[in-house]
Every structure is written in structure tokens, then in C-alpha cells.
């Protein structure tokens, strides 16, 4: 099966920027056609979507991050990245990467560990 594991996380300032990736390891046959993304999670709240690519390239962000995040994907290194600018205290929560062979939910398959972003005042 393959794992997931998420690097990049750290503590910002408001305004700054943070880049996240995302590498998929292990049995990798064919995960580049799976659709990969973000999701997010802050003390006593639900996850959340941020945001997903296809390997087509095809984009998705959650509303709470439109035109300040932005994802890509190397589909040869089975690698996924999003880049954050003008973060908000707000955007202080767990990320964790995700990916599945139909769409990108709750309910993913695949799931790596989490990186914390913490975003000061």
C-alpha cells in the first residue's frame, strides 16, 4: 500500500507564506491517476477541505482559501505541494494530505500523518 507523508509545516506570522508538500511512497503503480489534496483541522473543529488536483491538473479550493492558496503536483515524483500566502491566524490547524482513487472526501483511502501550521498574531 502506499504511505503519505507531509514536510514543511512551522510556525508563521500573519501575512507570511508556508509551503507544504506532500510524497507518496510504497507501491505507487498507478497513484498518479488518483486525485490528491489537503484537508485541515484545528482544535474542536471538523475537518475541512483546502484544496485538491487532478493529475490532469484540474484545481478545487475550499472558499476560505481562494486566491491565497495554491496546490500543484508532480505527477512523475507522485508528489503534492500547496503553497500558502497571506496566512491568517485562522489557517492555524493540522494538515494532512489525502488521496483516493474517485474523489477527495472524508472518506479517503489514503491519509498521511499531518503537519501542524501555526499562524501568530
Known amino acids: 500500500q502506499v504511505q503519505l507523508v507531509e514536510s514543511g509545516g512551522g510556525l508563521v506570522q500573519a501575512g507570511g507564506s508556508l509551503r507544504l508538500s506532500c510524497a507518496a511512497s510504497?507501491?505507487?503503480?498507478?497513484?498518479?491517476?488518483?486525485?490528491m489534496g489537503w484537508f485541515r483541522q484545528a482544535p474542536g473543529k471538523e475537518r475541512e477541505f483546502v484544496s485538491a488536483?487532478?493529475?490532469?491538473?484540474?484545481?478545487y479550493y475550499g472558499d476560505s482559501v481562494k486566491g491565497r492558496f495554491t496546490i500543484s503536483r508532480d505527477n512523475a515524483k507522485n508528489m503534492v505541494s500547496l503553497q500558502m500566502n497571506s496566512l491568517k491566524p485562522e489557517d492555524t490547524a493540522i494538515y494532512y494530505c489525502a488521496a483516493d482513487r474517485v474523489v477527495l472526501e472524508t472518506s479517503s483511502e489514503l491519509w498521511g500523518r499531518g503537519t501542524q501550521v501555526t499562524v501568530s498574531s
Open positions: 510504497g507501491r505507487t503503480s498507478n497513484f498518479n491517476t488518483y486525485i
Open positions: 488536483i487532478r493529475w490532469s491538473g484540474e484545481q
